[in-house]
């Protein structure tokens, strides 16, 4: 799943509606941008789909997909989850951040940061450069990309 973002409820951004102009907006010079090409839908879940949180501010929750942004952080996975995402998981965090971004990206990890014994931020960068932090969290000894956030 190379070309997939996994959400932290382990539903793909593969198929979703808004995922194009998502993944265009950060390729493209900055005054296409403004001037509207590939902007952001008006709301996920009118189009059927599903929000995927950034934090805007540590206070708001901001999606990457659509103009909406709600206080509160979503985009993080409560600790006392025990649901296990599918799939196999990674040997190191680092391994699971990268494969949440399209080849085309150009991923590479900059430096992985400790928050807890089994939860670490992954610091990415893509070529052209948009610094991300990844959340992951290690389940038995695989590591799973549980969401993310602009740097």
């Known amino acids: 799943m190379n070309d997939a973002w996994i959400a932290a409820d382990g539903r ?19 005054w296409l941008v403004e001037l ?3 902007r952001k839908g008006r709301d996920c879940e ?3 789909a599903w929000h995927r949180w ?11 997909h659509c103009q909406i942004v709600e206080p509160g952080r979503h985009w993080e996975v409560p600790v006392d989850t025990e649901l296990v995402p599918s799939g196999a998981g ?8 990268l494969e949440s971004f399209p080849k ?17 931020l992954v610091h990415v960068d893509t070529d052209p450069s948009h610094p991300m932090r990844v959340f992951c969290r290690r389940f038995g ?3 799973y990309e549980m969401g993310d956030s602009v740097e």
């Open 12 to 30: 793909l951004d593969r198929g979703h509606p808004y995922r194009w102009r998502t993944w265009l907006r950060p390729r493209l010079p900055k």
């Open 36 to 38: 509207g090409v590939a």
């Open 46 to 48: 009118a189009v059927n």
């Open 54 to 64: 950034y934090n805007r501010d540590d206070a708001n929750s901001a999606c990457y």
């Open 90 to 97: 990674f040997v190191t965090p680092g391994e699971a951040a």
């Open 104 to 120: 085309a990206a150009h991923a590479r990890v900059l430096w992985v940061e400790s928050v807890e014994d089994a939860f670490v």
């Open 141 to 143: 000894d695989r590591w």
